[in-house]
């Protein structure tokens, strides 16, 4: 079974799309996050949230707007799509209460918007 | 502000031969820990090895050890009797509280080639 699972793993649009990306964990975590990773591999975290509650956003543009149905879904919707946010997303898990618990991360999705 | 730093965007290595992969980092945090993933052409971002801020002995996970200085702040990794499949981008990262939530931050990775 997948411990981090994304939808889609592609993603190619247009300009001025607005697309989202699903993200689901069957661990049993309370933490789940975002992360971006541009074209030069470095990867950069976007949004943490904590039983469905956001605690961390990095100063994201507002046309990035993450949804927390329930502790284990962390969903990524993006408005307005622009050539920059060609990238790889990445989102991950990890039990909180422990700096040492692991960070399982998702497959990524790589969105190509042209 | 919490960075961490790896100096050295690729390196290669002759298979069955050792390599140090170099990290550095920046905090006024006093409990953290430091983490070294691996992401294979895949994507798929794989754990390899964790320590602890607190515990003097360097951690060893098979072929993979640590070097953690901490009072310069580093924490290399050594890979042993490297193997094919250990090609891969490697990154280094730093986790602390921050908010009420535990904050991964990574550095820029480094492209490991293992040459047969």
């Known amino acids: 079974d997948t411990a981090v699972s994304q939808t889609p793993k592609y993603l190619v649009t247009q300009m001025g799309n607005d697309k989202s990306i699903k993200c689901e964990q069957n661990?049993?975590?309370?933490?789940m996050y975002w992360y971006k990773q541009d074209s030069k591999k470095f990867l950069k975290i976007m949004f943490s949230y904590n039983n469905k509650e956001l605690i961390i956003n990095e100063t994201v543009p507002n046309r990035f707007s993450p949804k927390s149905p329930d502790k284990a879904h962390l969903n990524l919707h993006i408005n307005s799509l622009e050539l920059g946010d060609s990238a790889v997303y990445f989102c991950a898990s990890s039990q909180a209460g422990g700096l040492d618990t692991e960070a399982f991360f998702g497959q990524g999705t790589r969105l190509t918007v042209v | 502000a919490q960075t961490v730093t790896q100096s050295q965007p690729e390196m290669s290595v002759q298979e069955a031969e050792t390599v140090t992969l170099s990290c550095t980092y920046d905090?006024?945090?006093?409990?953290?820990?430091l983490f070294w993933y691996k992401q294979p052409p895949s994507r798929q971002m794989i754990l390899v090895i964790r320590q602890e801020a607190y515990k003097q002995q360097n951690a060893t996970e098979n072929r993979f050890s640590v070097n953690f200085q901490k009072a310069a702040k580093s924490f290399s990794l050594k890979i042993s009797d490297s193997q094919l499949g250990d090609a891969a981008m490697y990154f280094c990262a730093y986790r602390f509280s921050q908010g009420g939530s535990e904050k991964l931050v990574f550095g820029k990775g480094m492209k490991l080639t293992v040459n047969p």
């Open positions: 661990l049993g975590h309370d933490t």
């Open positions: 905090t006024s945090e006093s409990d953290y820990y």
